[in-house]
Nanobody, 126 residues
Framework: QVLLVESGGGSVQAGDSLRLSCEAS????????MGWFRQAPGKERELVAA????????YYLDSVKDRYTIFRDHHKNAVYLEMSSLKPEDTAVYYC???????????????????WGQGTQVTVSS
């Protein structure tokens, strides 16, 4: 059984930074694409950022480009989301997910992920 555990969420002020972490256990996810989704109250879940299995291909939602960076560490079986210049509209529950096969980052948007984390809350105050 694969378990994805997110951490790093919290309450911050607009303009602050946060790093979310997602550590996987149960099996190596080196051949999976991984990504971060978010869901704000009353809104649909959306893909925020994704990364291919080898890190060579990434995807970002337009509204987070130049503010968010996704990267992964195969040795730690983990994926991270570095968020800077946070805005109140970034407030949401952030979910980590993994999709196989992971040749491209776009597969996270095109296919239903195989695994999901439980989510971590990010709250940005103005």
């Amino acid at each position: 059984q694969v378990l994805l555990v997110e951490s790093g969420g919290g309450s911050v002020q607009a303009g602050d930074s946060l790093r979310l972490s997602c550590e996987a256990s149960g099996r190596p996810l080196s051949s999976y694409a991984m990504g971060w989704f978010r869901q704000a109250p009353g809104k649909e879940r959306e893909l925020v950022a994704a990364i291919s299995w080898n890190g060579g291909n990434t995807y970002y939602l337009d509204s987070v480009k130049d503010r968010y960076t996704i990267f992964r560490d195969h040795h730690k079986n983990a994926v991270y989301l570095e968020m800077s210049s946070l805005k109140p509209e970034d407030t949401a529950v952030y979910y980590c997910a993994a999709t196989f096969p992971g040749r491209t980052a776009q597969v996270m948007a095109e296919s239903r992920p195989n695994y999901w984390g439980q989510g971590t809350q990010v709250t940005v105050s103005s």
